[in-house]
């Protein structure tokens, strides 16, 4: 070959070519047959083998390819077979394994290239060198083999098979119907066309960054060739394919040698499918390294998933996707889990979704039957999954704390644990000693705090629910009054039980926050312990009692709409000698009841008793009910989701609030308008007689009322204990041509409600985000 002459005097060269052969032919039984090699010549190539010149064997003893069995090979032009062993295996013994080149020293060893065996055994490929030629389809082998002629400063030649084009002008062709080379081949030859790739040149590189061959100089962008060779060893590469999750289970696909990037990724695959198709699916065998699984007997699916050594990969080793089997109604791959993930887009919209619902979706969409008590633990795990868990929240409260701390400098976070110590109930209850466990959290946020002392009035609702959690416990809640007469959530609490001890501590924490040098005044409801622990430890405050639960308990034992009735009319008697009259017509009706009623003497319940620094004439405990209600939906999630939507909560409506009183023209707030309008209009039946400067006496009949402008007061308390001018004093304003909203009171007014929201509640990040304080977790009771 021509090769074997430009390579001449450059010492020893290394030389690897490649022949691709796809059906190796056995000729003649191994006698000795002249093979011509025809190829094609590139005109752009000035190392082409034409038709007229051929390698004799002078010029190279022997070249053939291996195949993997080792037995058949594929002999070049000018060689012939020799068939030296009559033995009866019919194996033939080859005179010569090297090719040597005597123009120089370059030659074919057992060394770096990896030759033959030295031996003579033709039928088992030589084990002396550093690569098997059987093995020249093992794409690594190949990339040491590029890098071991790198590494000599040498450059690979890989002679690949070429497809064969179109004749173009000048090209050299051979016609595998030509008589005359049919009889050159000799019998049995079938007339294959083989064409090399460019040969790239073994010669040293010019000064100018070209290389040279023969004296002829070439440009540097053949010396890409290089790197097309390595990317065509690196394309045959064996691939696998690789699966890909999808959102619709119809779309899954699998197949044998599939990758999986863990087995949890097959089992969930694996599901989808069985539950879809209504395949009774089981995994047999479900350890670190392998899953299998097979369907019911006698069914033929199997999927069997291995792990791959040496790296992170599972392949689908074993795959039959056939099925023998009938739709299974009880499928046991659709388990709670399952579901769980199913489910929670619904769980998330409707919490509280019936279980005779998750049934009828369940059936509907898969066709499975499931029991009440799976879709009972589908729920609470859709719960879960969405909320989060309740365990691992408890766990986490040291860090949340130290969170809302830090987003929020002027909060109070303040939380109680119990650590139980050698001796104690710890034993008998199965709790660990040294462990912190959970008892109270208590939580004012700043903006709430802030905006209570700026815009407050000092009457305090106080309330306690209970949370629908399997865990249990209580959520105490402090509602102050806006300047619109809504509701301004203070604090909130979280404790084990309500009692007079878990009172005490909210109270005493509020307290704190909101200074105890006033007179405030806190409604509640007849709560467990409340009552007392007012009684005994702040009989300085006053404490009433909303009217609609008094009534609620007074109809228990004294049944009938005259006594419901007759207590809202003293409820809202403002002053004392209309409260006796009511009183006493109750007293003649049933004296069981007014006897009843008599007894409330720790509480306040009617409006006369009222005291007038709270700017508040409310009976009825609604502030901490309408909250309560609003967050009734949170009440069953863990502990610190539940705070966070009702911070999220307080977020929104602050921000609300602060865009609706800008649309408000008037000085005083919607709500109060149109009660100073109710009142307005009952003026007309008051008659103002001008006393003195600022005092009148109003008159309807026998009925007299003495009004003091000055001092904003009523001989009815009603202007006294809410701020607002009654019907008797707005006769009066009217009298002296004035606007009654001069008289009312300022925390009344839009400019105080703005200053109430304008403080915010400040926005946190999630958990992935907190801080680690290096607490022990938080445990449970």
């Known amino acids: 070959m021509t090769m074997t002459k430009l390579v001449m005097g450059h010492g020893q060269i290394h030389v690897y070519v490649e022949h691709p052969v796809y059906e190796p032919i056995l000729i003649n039984g191994g006698n000795g047959v002249p093979l011509d090699i025809v190829v094609e010549p590139d005109h752009d190539d000035p190392f082409v083998v034409s038709d007229s010149e051929s390698c004799s064997s002078s010029e190279l003893e022997r070249s053939f390819d291996g195949y993997d069995n080792g037995q058949d090979y594929y002999a070049s032009s000018g060689d012939n077979f020799n068939d030296d062993d009559d033995s009866d295996d019919g194996n033939d013994h080859w005179g010569d394994f090297f090719a040597h080149w005597d123009g120089g020293d370059a030659h074919w060893d057992g060394g770096s290239t990896g030759g033959w065996d030295g031996g003579r055994d033709g039928d088992e490929f030589g084990s002396g060198g550093a690569r098997d030629v059987g093995d020249r389809n093992d794409d690594s082998d190949d990339e040491v083999e590029i890098l071991e002629c790198r590494r000599l400063g040498k450059e690979p030649i890989v002679e690949e098979p070429i497809v064969e084009e179109p004749q173009q002008d000048g090209a050299v062709t051979t016609d595998s119907n030509d008589s005359s080379e049919d009889s050159d081949m000799g019998d049995g030859v079938m007339n294959s066309d083989y064409t090399t790739e460019e040969l790239l040149s073994l010669s040293e590189p010019s000064s100018d960054g070209g290389f040279q061959v023969d004296g002829i100089k070439h440009s540097e962008s053949d010396a890409t060739i290089n790197e097309t060779v390595v990317d065509n060893v690196r394309r045959r590469r064996k691939t696998f394919p690789v699966f890909r999750p999808v959102s619709n289970p119809d779309d899954l696909v699998f197949e044998k040698h599939m990758l999986f990037t863990s087995a949890k990724q097959f089992k969930e695959a694996i599901t989808e499918y069985a539950v879809k198709g209504g395949w009774g699916v089981k995994f047999v065998k479900n350890d ?45 791959r659709c388990s709670a889990n399952f579901l769980a993930k199913k489910l929670m887009k619904k769980v998330r919209r409707q919490p509280d979704i019936k279980l005779r619902d998750i049934q009828e979706v369940v059936h509907e969409k898969y066709v499975v039957n499931i029991s009440a008590g799976k879709a009972s ?12 868990s309740y365990v691992e929240q408890y766990n986490q409260l040291w860090d949340y704390c130290a969170e809302l701390r830090r987003s929020s400098p002027g909060s109070t976070v303040l939380m109680k644990t119990h650590t139980f110590n050698e001796g104690e109930l710890a034993t008998e209850m199965d709790l660990q000693t040294g462990l912190p466990y959970f008892e109270r959290l208590y939580i004012c946020w700043s903006g709430c705090k802030q905006g209570f002392r700026v815009g407050y009035r000092p009457i305090i609702g106080l309330d306690a629910c209970h949370l629908k959690t399997k865990i249990g416990g209580q959520l105490m809640v402090a509602i102050a009054r806006d300047p619109n007469e809504e509701y301004f959530p203070l604090a909130v609490a979280v404790v084990e039980s309500e009692t007079k001890d878990s009172w005490i501590w909210f109270i005493n924490l509020l307290l704190a926050n909101i200074g105890d040098e006033k007179r ?9 312990g409340l009552v007392q622990a007012f009684a005994d430890k702040w009989p300085q405050y006053e404490h009433r009692i909303c009217c609609k639960h008094l009534c609620n308990n007074l109809r228990k034992q004294y049944p009938g709409i005259m006594i419901r009735e007759l207590l809202w009319k003293a409820a809202k008697a403002t002053y004392a000698h209309e409260f006796e009259r009511i ?21 306040v319940w009617t409006r006369h008793m009222f005291r007038t620094d709270a700017l508040s004439d409310t009976i009825i405990n609604n502030m901490c009910e309408s909250f309560n209600s609003r967050i009734l939906k949170f009440r069953g999630k863990p502990i610190i989701s539940m705070l966070e939507e009702i911070r999220l909560y307080l977020i929104s409506r602050f921000q609300q609030n602060r865009n609706s009183i800008m649309r408000v023209k008037s000085e005083l707030c919607s709500k109060i308008c149109k009660r100073l309008h109710r009142e307005k209009v009952g003026s007309g039946r008051w008659l103002a007689c001008w006393a003195s400067d600022t005092k009148f006496e109003v008159k309807n009949g026998l009925q007299s009322f003495i009004v003091d402008l000055a001092k904003g007061v009523c001989g009815c308390r009603k202007w006294d204990i809410t701020g607002i001018p009654c019907c008797h004093a707005v006769s009066c304003i009217f009298f002296n041509r004035e606007q009654a909203e ?5 925390c009344y007014h839009t400019s105080t409600y703005k200053a109430c929201y304008e403080h915010t509640i400040d926005p946190l990040n999630s958990a992935n985000m907190w801080t680690s304080t290096g607490l022990p977790p938080v445990h449970l009771l």
Request: proline fraction near 4%; glycine fraction near 4%.
């Open 288 to 332: 670190k390294v392998r899953v299998r699984a097979k369907c019911q007997p006698p069914c033929k699916f199997t999927a069997y998933l291995a792990k791959l050594p040496r790296e992170m990969s599972w392949q689908l080793k074993t795959l039959n996707m056939e099925h023998t089997c009938t739709k299974s109604f009880k499928n046991p």
């Open 377 to 388: 633990r589908a729920r609470e795990k859709a719960q879960e999954f969405v909320d989060g």
């Open 520 to 528: 405030w005044t806190f409604i509640s409801d007849q709560q467990k």
């Open 583 to 603: 009183m006493n017509e109750m007293k003649d009706i049933d004296e069981g009841a007014y006897n009843w009623l008599k007894g409330h003497t720790t509480t």
């Open 742 to 746: 001069k008289y009312t009171n300022a």
